[in-house]
Structures are given as C-alpha cells and as structure tokens.
C-alpha cells in the first residue's frame, strides 16, 4: 500500500506519522511518499518522519521528492494538505477584512473566499495529475476550506472524500468527560465544514444512551470555556456547536478580539520557525510537544480512519465531508456536507439524517449557497463573481462591505488569481 501527502513539507506531517506508526494494524502502509515544491522544509520533516518511524519499528520506507508526477505515481490514496500562499497570505486572509469591520479568517467569510480562490484551481491540477498517473487513486482532501474544496473535486469527478478534524476532536474530549474509550462514542455531527453541530451523543452505537443532556448538565461550563461561547447559549442550543460558529454567533466581539492582538498565522508563523529548528535536530525522533500548538489535534487518527476504510473496504461509519444526494433535503444533490457516512472502496454514502431544525438549517442553507458562489468564483474568475459570493455570505451582505472586499481581495491576491 502506497500513500503520497502533497503538502508533505507542512509541520502538520509528524502528526501524521505518528499516527501511521501507531495505527499501522488499520493501514498497513508500505510506502510513503511527501510531496513539496519547499525542498529544505521537505529535507527536514522527511528526516524526522524516518526518525520516527524507526523507533516505532514501522517497517514502511519514507521518500520525499518535489516532482509531484513522480510523488504521486502508483499512490493508492493521496492526501491533500496544502497552503497555496503559504502563512503570509494567511496572515492577508485574517487582517484586511477586519478593515470593514468583517471577521478574519482563513476558512470562512471574505478571507476564507481569499482561500477558496487561491486554492481551488491548484487542488484540481493536482488532481488531474493524480488522475493522469493512477485513475483509482482516492484523493483525501484535508485542505481548507475543505466544503468548497471537495466540492470542486467532486464536481470534477475526481474520487475524493473531504476530512475535518472538529468531529474527531469533539469525540476524543466528550470521552475523556464521560471516562469512556473514544470508541465507545458515536456523534450526531450534522452541517457543513465548519458549521457543525453535535445533536446527540451516545455511548454504545446509534441506538445507545444520548448523553448529551447529561454532558452539558455535568460538563457544561467546561464544553463552553473551550468553544470560548457563553454557557447558556449551550445550554439554550441543547446541542454542542463547532467552535467555527462563533464567527456567526458572536460576529462583533469576535471581530473586536481579532484587532486587538497579532494575528493567528503570525503566531502560527512563530511556532513554525521554532519546530522546524526541532525538526532538524538528529536525536529527535518523536513529534515535540509544541506541535500540539499549532492545531489539528487528531487529524492523525482521522486520517488513518478514512483512509483505512477506502482502501480496505471496510463500510465503517466516518465523519467526512461528501455529496449531500438528499441527506438534507432542502440542499442541492451536489452540496457537499459534513455527517456520518458509510465509507467503502466506493466512497462515502451518508447516512439517513433526521430533519435539521429551522434555527441550523436557515444559516446551512445560506452558506451552501455561498459555497456554489465561491466555487463559480473559483473556476470561473471575474470581479462579478467575487462580489456575488461576498454578498451573499451572511457575515458580509452589504453592498458597500462587498464592494471594498472585493476589491481587497483581489488586490491582496493578484499574483495568484490568473483572471485578476
């Protein structure tokens, strides 16, 4: 079994590694391969991924090359983990927004637009090459924004499944909470790529005990602390929303936070530096500590999971992002979503979803139809475009707003944008 991460040069990779030495029962890997255009970056992860893999005596080869023809040739699943810009058009992403008074971030509103259209035309070259080298070849897709992203793909009819790490991350801390094996819990995740809510939480399968009344009765000021939301919207919620919701819920106070401190990527910026100094270093053969600062707790053990079941075939449930085909059926067949699928060698079939309440589905059903916007922005180009998605974004929807960001965008984004 061969598997090849474009954006293999991330200090996101020994996270990664780790898991597959660990897991290596539930995938078997033989061979390795990282792929990116950033050979000292590659020299270094690449290093420490072998480090780390001998002292767990993982019998597989690692390999890094910046050809990502050769990378990716004979590869039975690829993982896309890339930052088109890299930290500094992050650091974009997350502050001019904030000039209009409008959330900065990488994911969503004007700077996840930003994202949306450096990325998209990349991630399908890419995958026209994957395709090219090995037509059977699963795309896992772990690059934000990963709705608007898989949708592409997918629309592309590419074989490709979209991975977030919220799901898994919610499923590890309820366990630790109710002092239960993260096995043992079974989520009710429902939206779409970050706007998500848990609606139920049982322990023992689908038809085990809902505990989340007992959670948020028990654990609800802890649950609240760490999505940093006021317990009693919660409490008022009765479900456990995405930490990404609070962009909508608490839009102002989030946007006067944000101008009041540096920037997430230049913090990330900082933390890079610092790991990549410990990368380099011969006697370190594990992942440091300081990794878990820089985000995507668990992405490892989600990553292994999915990959695990498209290749092997297993039909195990997963949280994964994929076509809607009527799972909530006031969105469009080719909306991609983010539920519980049914994941075998042909892909991922959500499963049934119980009707989605008026207070969740009213902001679904607008981002979604943000997303189609963004991604007619993305394939197509044009100013037009740009303002249609950011009009219709419901943290943007003014004109004047639209009209500025637009503008800013393109201009903070021309060297990528091949229309601009």
């Not at 004007?110 to 890419?126: E, F, Q, S």
């Not at 085990?208 to 649950?223: F, Y």
Request: proline content about 5%; overall charge negative.
């Amino acid at each position: 079994m061969k598997l090849a991460v474009v954006g293999g040069g991330s200090t996101y990779t020994p996270e990664l590694i780790d898991g597959f030495a660990r897991l290596r029962d539930a995938l078997p890997l033989e061979e390795l391969v990282l792929v990116d255009p950033a050979a000292d970056r590659l020299e270094l992860v690449g290093g420490l991924a072998r480090r780390i893999f001998a002292k767990q005596g993982h019998p597989g080869t690692i390999s890094w090359t910046d050809d990502l023809d050769a990378g990716v040739d004979g590869a039975d699943a690829v993982l896309l983990q890339l930052r088109v810009g890299g930290q500094a058009a992050r650091n974009q992403d997350e502050t001019w927004p904030l000039e209009c008074g409008c959330v900065g971030q990488e994911t969503t509103g004007a700077g996840g637009l930003a994202k949306a259209l450096r990325t998209v035309p990349v991630v399908l070259d890419i995958a026209e090459r994957v395709r090219r080298r090995n037509p059977d070849a699963w795309i896992v897709d772990f690059t934000n924004p990963v709705g608007i992203v898989t949708r592409a793909l997918l629309t592309a009819g590419h074989r490709a499944v979209g991975l977030c790490n919220v799901a898994i991350g919610f499923q590890r801390k309820f366990a630790r909470l109710l002092g239960v094996e993260p096995g043992e819990v079974t989520l009710e995740h429902i939206g779409l790529n970050h706007l998500t809510w848990e609606r139920s939480v049982r322990i023992g399968g689908t038809d085990g005990e809902d505990v989340l009344p007992k959670l948020l009765a028990e654990h609800g000021g802890a649950i609240a602390d760490d999505l940093r939301m006021p317990r009693t919207l919660v409490e008022r919620l009765g479900v456990v929303p995405s930490y990404y919701l609070r962009y909508y819920y608490q839009h102002d106070a989030v946007v006067r936070e944000l101008r009041s401190k540096p920037s997430r990527a230049a913090e990330v910026a900082a933390i890079e530096r610092e790991l990549l100094e410990m990368y380099g270093d011969p006697a370190l053969d594990e992942k440091p500590e300081l990794l878990g600062k820089r985000g995507g707790a668990f992405y490892s053990e989600a990553a292994v999971d999915l990959t695990s079941s498209l290749l092997r075939d297993t039909g195990e449930v997963r949280i994964v992002n994929t076509l809607n085909q009527g799972t909530l059926p006031f969105l469009p067949d080719d909306a991609v979503i983010e539920v519980p699928a049914s994941v075998d060698a042909q892909g991922a079939k959500p499963l049934p979803a119980r009707p989605l309440e008026p207070l969740f589905a009213g902001l679904v059903a607008n981002v979604t139809a943000y997303e189609h916007l963004a991604l007619e922005a993305a394939l197509k180009g044009g100013r037009e475009r740009v303002f249609q998605a950011l009009l219709s974004h419901p943290l943007i929807g003014q004109i004047e707003y639209a009209e500025k960001l637009t503008d800013d965008l393109i201009a903070h984004n021309r060297e990528h944008l091949a229309w601009a």
